[in-house]
């Protein structure tokens, strides 16, 4: 029979340790099975590999000829692996507007080292991510997550007020976050950064339009079916004719988060691109 790959680990784990005890440790396996992977080895190799009568941790002239070429073999996979990683196609979801001037940053530097990026514009980003077409998700609204998701927040962005262009509101001035608490309110329940109770407290007989992405929320407020909040962004990256953006000093900001499984262990590429992000220039518009 062939020579495995983890007889050749488990081997070069031995004579590093120079003790069944500590190399069995290393290789979180228990000491007999250790001892049986060496045994398969020397039957494959047809030969002693390491002394026998020997108080000492000794190998034999073959052992140590097996253990330069095992160091060798070992790492030229461990290399062919982490450089085929390194280019790992990378999947990232979002569900609208990404921040531009952070992404770039992150994509270029992310690519720069062999990786590379794709894209994917999904209308829920948490279902994306649990059915593993996404790696890691890029969203704004706040999202009490299962156990084996974990999140950061990479940046926070200064929110405005959408309105209709035929609504009043579209031409009131000096307008405060208070103010807003009892209109209509057009909340898209999947990827929207507000609710009704963004307003502390809030106003109990409010009424509230539900929408499920970003076109039918936009086309709801155009249509003066309620008032909605959105990232300033939204003014230069989303424009519409039937829709009027409005500074409110106030407004409380929205935060964009990062989201990806960590359970099990994320892949490497996905670590990295995390490592890289948050080393990017934090969002704070």
């Known amino acids: 029979m062939d020579i495995e790959l983890r007889h050749l680990r488990a081997y070069l784990a031995l004579c590093e340790e120079a003790n069944y005890t500590r190399a069995a440790a290393r290789l ?42 095992s160091r060798r073999i070992i790492a030229d996979i461990d290399t062919v692996r982490d450089e085929l990683r390194s280019r790992a196609t990378l999947d990232v979801g979002f569900s609208w507007l990404l921040p531009d001037t952070w992404f770039a940053q992150t994509r270029t530097r992310y690519e720069a080292l062999g990786g590379r990026i794709s894209l994917h514009r999904v209308e829920d980003p948490m279902a994306a991510l649990a059915d593993r077409s996404i790696d890691i998700a890029i969203h704004r609204n706040e999202i009490r997550l299962p156990r084996h998701l974990a999140s950061r927040v990479i940046g926070t962005e200064d929110r405005m007020l959408a309105v209709s262009v035929n609504s009043p509101l579209a031409h009131v001035e000096d307008l405060r976050w208070a103010d807003l608490a009892s209109y209509p309110l057009v909340v898209n329940v999947v990827s929207g950064t507000i609710h009704a109770g963004s307003w502390d407290p809030p106003y109990p007989d409010r009424a509230i339009i539900t929408c499920t992405n970003f076109d039918e929320w936009i086309e709801l407020v155009a249509a003066d079916r309620g008032i909605g909040g959105v990232p300033i962004l939204a003014r230069t990256r989303a424009p519409h004719p039937g829709v009027v953006y409005r500074d409110i000093p106030d407004a409380p900001p929205s935060h964009v988060y990062l989201t990806w499984r960590a359970k099990p262990a994320p892949l490497r590429s996905v670590q990295r691109f995390l490592g890289i992000a948050r080393d990017a220039t934090p969002i704070d518009d």
């Open 28 to 69: 979180h396996l228990s000491q007999p099975a250790l001892t049986r992977t060496i045994q398969q080895l020397e039957r494959r190799v047809e030969c002693r590999l390491i002394e026998r009568s020997s108080r000492r941790f000794e190998l034999t002239e073959e052992g140590a000829e097996l253990l330069a070429h």
